[in-house]
Protein backbone atom coordinates (compact mmCIF):
# COMPACT_ATOMS: atom_id res chain seq x y z
CA UNK A 1 0.00 0.00 0.00
CA UNK A 2 1.17 3.34 -0.57
CA UNK A 3 2.22 5.51 1.97
CA UNK A 4 3.06 9.38 2.94
CA UNK A 5 6.44 10.30 1.16
CA UNK A 6 8.50 12.87 2.85
CA UNK A 7 11.64 14.63 0.67
CA UNK A 8 14.49 15.01 1.10
CA UNK A 9 15.33 11.97 3.70
CA UNK A 10 18.16 13.90 4.81
CA UNK A 11 19.27 17.50 4.33
CA UNK A 12 21.84 20.02 6.03
CA UNK A 13 21.99 23.29 5.82
CA UNK A 14 23.63 25.90 7.35
CA UNK A 15 22.53 28.94 9.60
CA UNK A 16 20.65 31.43 8.41
CA UNK A 17 20.24 29.79 5.18
CA UNK A 18 16.72 28.28 3.90
CA UNK A 19 15.32 24.63 3.74
CA UNK A 20 12.57 22.93 2.01
CA UNK A 21 10.85 20.16 2.75
CA UNK A 22 8.02 18.28 0.71
CA UNK A 23 5.10 15.81 1.76
CA UNK A 24 3.50 13.59 -0.48
CA UNK A 25 0.30 12.15 1.39
CA UNK A 26 -1.38 8.84 0.50
CA UNK A 27 -3.56 9.12 -2.06
CA UNK A 28 -7.38 10.26 -1.65
CA UNK A 29 -5.98 11.48 1.88
CA UNK A 30 -6.77 15.41 2.20
CA UNK A 31 -5.37 16.53 5.56
CA UNK A 32 -1.43 16.91 6.04
CA UNK A 33 0.36 17.63 9.56
CA UNK A 34 3.55 18.20 10.80
CA UNK A 35 5.37 17.25 13.26
CA UNK A 36 8.55 18.32 14.70
CA UNK A 37 10.87 16.12 17.07
CA UNK A 38 14.12 17.11 18.62
CA UNK A 39 17.04 14.96 19.30
CA UNK A 40 15.74 13.14 22.48
CA UNK A 41 12.30 14.63 21.72
CA UNK A 42 8.54 13.83 22.15
CA UNK A 43 7.28 15.19 18.18
CA UNK A 44 5.73 18.21 18.22
CA UNK A 45 2.82 19.44 16.28
CA UNK A 46 3.75 22.49 14.21
CA UNK A 47 1.05 22.69 11.67
CA UNK A 48 -1.96 21.33 9.45
CA UNK A 49 -4.22 21.92 6.55
CA UNK A 50 -7.37 20.72 5.21
CA UNK A 51 -8.18 20.83 1.70
CA UNK A 52 -5.35 23.39 0.83
CA UNK A 53 -6.83 25.63 3.87
CA UNK A 54 -4.55 25.95 7.22
CA UNK A 55 -6.71 23.69 10.03
CA UNK A 56 -4.68 24.02 12.72
CA UNK A 57 -1.34 25.54 13.76
CA UNK A 58 1.02 24.83 16.76
CA UNK A 59 4.39 25.57 17.90
CA UNK A 60 5.50 26.96 14.46
CA UNK A 61 7.89 29.71 14.65
CA UNK A 62 7.17 32.77 12.34
CA UNK A 63 10.54 32.23 10.64
CA UNK A 64 9.11 28.66 8.84
CA UNK A 65 5.16 28.40 6.71
CA UNK A 66 3.67 26.17 4.96
CA UNK A 67 1.27 25.23 2.22
CA UNK A 68 -1.03 22.45 0.69
CA UNK A 69 -1.10 22.47 -2.99
CA UNK A 70 -3.75 21.22 -5.23
CA UNK A 71 -2.61 18.07 -5.66
CA UNK A 72 -2.90 17.75 -1.89
CA UNK A 73 1.17 17.35 -1.64
CA UNK A 74 2.44 20.16 1.25
CA UNK A 75 5.88 21.99 1.57
CA UNK A 76 7.19 23.35 4.61
CA UNK A 77 9.56 26.47 4.18
CA UNK A 78 12.12 27.09 6.80
CA UNK A 79 13.61 30.66 6.38
CA UNK A 80 16.90 31.80 8.77
CA UNK A 81 17.78 28.55 10.29
CA UNK A 82 19.07 28.33 13.56
CA UNK A 83 21.16 25.48 15.19
CA UNK A 84 18.18 24.23 17.33
CA UNK A 85 15.87 23.91 13.69
CA UNK A 86 17.75 20.40 13.83
CA UNK A 87 14.94 17.91 14.09
CA UNK A 88 13.51 15.13 12.68
CA UNK A 89 10.65 16.33 10.85
CA UNK A 90 7.52 13.99 10.02
CA UNK A 91 4.71 14.36 7.92
CA UNK A 92 0.95 12.36 8.09
CA UNK A 93 -2.01 12.49 6.54
CA UNK A 94 -5.48 11.36 6.60
CA UNK A 95 -8.37 11.90 5.11
CA UNK A 96 -11.14 13.47 6.35
CA UNK A 97 -13.90 13.18 3.87
CA UNK A 98 -16.02 16.08 2.24
CA UNK A 99 -17.64 17.09 5.82
CA UNK A 100 -14.63 18.02 6.95
CA UNK A 101 -15.00 19.69 10.43
CA UNK A 102 -17.55 17.91 12.77
CA UNK A 103 -16.35 14.14 11.47
CA UNK A 104 -15.23 11.33 13.52
CA UNK A 105 -11.44 11.43 14.32
CA UNK A 106 -8.61 10.27 11.23
CA UNK A 107 -6.28 7.94 11.75
CA UNK A 108 -3.15 9.85 10.74
CA UNK A 109 -0.35 7.94 8.80
CA UNK A 110 3.10 8.89 9.43
CA UNK A 111 5.80 9.50 6.51
CA UNK A 112 9.49 8.36 7.23
CA UNK A 113 10.89 11.94 8.11
CA UNK A 114 13.23 14.47 7.29
CA UNK A 115 15.79 14.63 9.08
CA UNK A 116 17.42 18.38 9.38
CA UNK A 117 21.04 19.13 10.49
CA UNK A 118 21.84 22.80 10.52
CA UNK A 119 25.32 23.34 11.00
CA UNK B 1 -4.17 21.82 27.63
CA UNK B 2 -3.80 18.00 27.32
CA UNK B 3 -0.54 16.68 28.18
CA UNK B 4 0.69 12.98 28.11
CA UNK B 5 2.83 11.49 30.44
CA UNK B 6 4.99 7.98 30.07
CA UNK B 7 7.59 8.38 33.11
CA UNK B 8 9.37 5.90 32.25
CA UNK B 9 12.16 6.90 29.93
CA UNK B 10 14.10 3.82 29.72
CA UNK B 11 12.97 0.03 30.12
CA UNK B 12 15.13 -3.02 29.52
CA UNK B 13 12.92 -6.84 29.38
CA UNK B 14 14.38 -9.84 28.36
CA UNK B 15 13.45 -11.51 25.71
CA UNK B 16 10.49 -13.61 26.63
CA UNK B 17 9.62 -11.07 29.58
CA UNK B 18 6.20 -9.59 29.49
CA UNK B 19 6.13 -6.23 29.49
CA UNK B 20 4.07 -2.95 30.11
CA UNK B 21 4.59 0.62 29.08
CA UNK B 22 3.02 3.62 31.11
CA UNK B 23 1.24 5.95 29.84
CA UNK B 24 -1.08 8.48 31.78
CA UNK B 25 -2.55 11.59 30.30
CA UNK B 26 -4.40 15.00 31.30
CA UNK B 27 -7.66 15.86 29.31
CA UNK B 28 -11.01 17.25 30.41
CA UNK B 29 -12.98 13.97 28.83
CA UNK B 30 -12.03 11.07 27.62
CA UNK B 31 -9.64 11.73 24.77
CA UNK B 32 -8.80 9.72 21.50
CA UNK B 33 -5.68 7.41 22.28
CA UNK B 34 -2.56 5.92 20.24
CA UNK B 35 0.27 3.85 20.86
CA UNK B 36 3.11 4.64 18.37
CA UNK B 37 6.75 2.43 17.96
CA UNK B 38 9.44 4.49 15.92
CA UNK B 39 12.80 2.12 14.64
CA UNK B 40 15.46 4.16 14.39
CA UNK B 41 15.82 6.36 11.50
CA UNK B 42 12.16 4.92 10.86
CA UNK B 43 8.59 6.98 10.92
CA UNK B 44 6.13 6.32 14.05
CA UNK B 45 4.31 3.43 13.00
CA UNK B 46 0.75 2.97 14.67
CA UNK B 47 0.25 -0.16 16.81
CA UNK B 48 -3.33 0.32 18.10
CA UNK B 49 -5.60 3.28 18.94
CA UNK B 50 -8.28 3.74 21.32
CA UNK B 51 -11.67 6.21 20.17
CA UNK B 52 -14.43 4.28 22.19
CA UNK B 53 -16.11 1.17 23.33
CA UNK B 54 -14.06 -1.89 24.65
CA UNK B 55 -11.38 -0.95 26.76
CA UNK B 56 -9.09 -3.44 25.98
CA UNK B 57 -7.88 -2.82 22.75
CA UNK B 58 -5.60 -5.12 20.22
CA UNK B 59 -3.09 -4.15 18.60
CA UNK B 60 -0.27 -5.76 15.70
CA UNK B 61 2.86 -7.17 16.89
CA UNK B 62 1.35 -8.67 19.45
CA UNK B 63 0.77 -5.41 21.68
CA UNK B 64 -2.51 -4.66 23.46
CA UNK B 65 -3.62 -1.69 25.62
CA UNK B 66 -6.01 -0.94 28.13
CA UNK B 67 -7.75 2.43 28.71
CA UNK B 68 -8.74 2.93 32.41
CA UNK B 69 -10.73 6.01 32.91
CA UNK B 70 -10.80 6.63 36.77
CA UNK B 71 -7.23 6.52 36.36
CA UNK B 72 -6.66 8.30 32.92
CA UNK B 73 -4.32 5.87 32.04
CA UNK B 74 -3.72 3.39 28.84
CA UNK B 75 -1.19 1.61 29.02
CA UNK B 76 0.61 -1.23 26.31
CA UNK B 77 1.40 -4.73 27.12
CA UNK B 78 2.97 -7.73 25.87
CA UNK B 79 3.30 -10.85 26.86
CA UNK B 80 6.47 -12.14 25.78
CA UNK B 81 8.73 -9.46 24.22
CA UNK B 82 10.88 -10.39 21.19
CA UNK B 83 14.33 -8.84 20.44
CA UNK B 84 12.61 -6.99 17.58
CA UNK B 85 10.59 -5.06 19.41
CA UNK B 86 13.18 -3.25 20.95
CA UNK B 87 12.26 0.61 19.83
CA UNK B 88 11.14 3.91 21.19
CA UNK B 89 7.11 3.98 22.01
CA UNK B 90 5.16 7.34 22.57
CA UNK B 91 1.84 7.11 23.90
CA UNK B 92 -0.18 10.03 21.91
CA UNK B 93 -3.91 11.89 22.44
CA UNK B 94 -5.95 13.31 19.96
CA UNK B 95 -8.34 15.86 20.73
CA UNK B 96 -11.93 15.06 20.88
CA UNK B 97 -13.24 18.78 20.41
CA UNK B 98 -10.74 19.15 16.72
CA UNK B 99 -11.61 16.82 14.55
CA UNK B 100 -8.58 17.17 12.11
CA UNK B 101 -6.63 17.65 15.67
CA UNK B 102 -3.22 17.44 16.56
CA UNK B 103 -1.53 14.45 18.25
CA UNK B 104 0.46 14.85 21.71
CA UNK B 105 2.87 12.84 22.35
CA UNK B 106 4.49 12.20 25.39
CA UNK B 107 8.21 11.72 26.05
CA UNK B 108 8.50 8.17 24.73
CA UNK B 109 9.92 5.20 26.28
CA UNK B 110 12.92 3.39 25.43
CA UNK B 111 12.93 -0.46 25.21
CA UNK B 112 15.70 -2.13 25.32
CA UNK B 113 15.71 -5.96 25.18
CA UNK B 114 18.04 -8.83 26.36
CA UNK B 115 19.03 -11.88 24.25
Known amino acids: AAGVIQSPRHLIKEKRETATLKCYPIPRHDTVYWYQQGPGQDPQFLISFYEKMQSDKGSIPDRFSAQQFSDYHSELNMSSLELGDSALYFC??????????????????FGPGTRLTVL | AQSVTQPDIHITVSEGASLELRCNYS??????LFWYVQSPGQGLQLLLK??????LVQGIKGFEAEFKRSQSSFNLRKPSVHWSDAAEYFCAVGDRGSTLGRLYFGRGTQLTVWP
Open chain 1, 92 to 109: ASSFSGTSGFGVSYNEQF
Open chain 2, 50 to 55: YFSGDT
Open chain 2, 27 to 32: YGATPY
